[in-house]
């Protein structure tokens, strides 16, 4: 049985760019692993406050202009934040972006999630990403539940 947006989920959602809408609608009924929208649109405020706890590292978030979303996942209706979780959701959401033919970045790798299409690849990109930054000198930064469209395409 494909899972459904709970209200909570639609609530979140208020505010965000109709396409991204429509990629966290279809996807939801194309993961094997239940989600909901943790957070779409934030104020600068609460971006400040992220950014000043390590959560975030930009006051340039696609949030504050409802171009990206959190999505948490769910084992039993309880958020969970193990990263196989999340490797289960990015497959989905690159489906439904290919199919609305959306450019969406995954926080994972910061990078287009459309070639993805299994959780394996997932966990792949991820290490690949990881291991890129080393070589370059920096510590990579993943979020996993960090979906964004691409702000070339979307300004």
Not at 56 to 72: C, E, I, K, P, Y
Not at 129 to 139: E, I, L, M, S, T
């Amino acid at each position: 049985m494909p899972y459904r947006l709970s209200a909570l989920s639609r609530r979140h959602l208020v505010g965000v760019h109709p396409d991204l809408v429509a990629c966290v609608q279809e996807a939801i009924a194309l993961t094997p692993q239940d989600f909901r929208v943790q957070e779409g649109v934030r104020t600068v405020a609460r971006q400040r406050a992220l950014v000043a706890s390590g959560a975030s590292q930009t006051l340039d978030s696609r949030h504050l202009t409802g171009h990206a979303v959190d999505l948490v996942a769910l084992v039993g209706g309880v958020p969970r934040w193990d990263w196989p979780l999340y490797y289960r959701i990015v497959p989905a959401m690159a489906q439904a972006a290919r199919s609305l033919r959306l450019p969406l970045i995954w926080g994972g790798t910061w990078a287009y999630v459309g070639n993805i299409q299994t959780a394996e690849e997932a966990e792949n990109a991820v290490i690949v990403y990881g291991d890129a930054c080393r070589v370059k000198g920096r510590r990579p930064f993943t979020d996993g539940p960090h979906f964004e469209l691409d702000r070339r395409a979307y300004a």
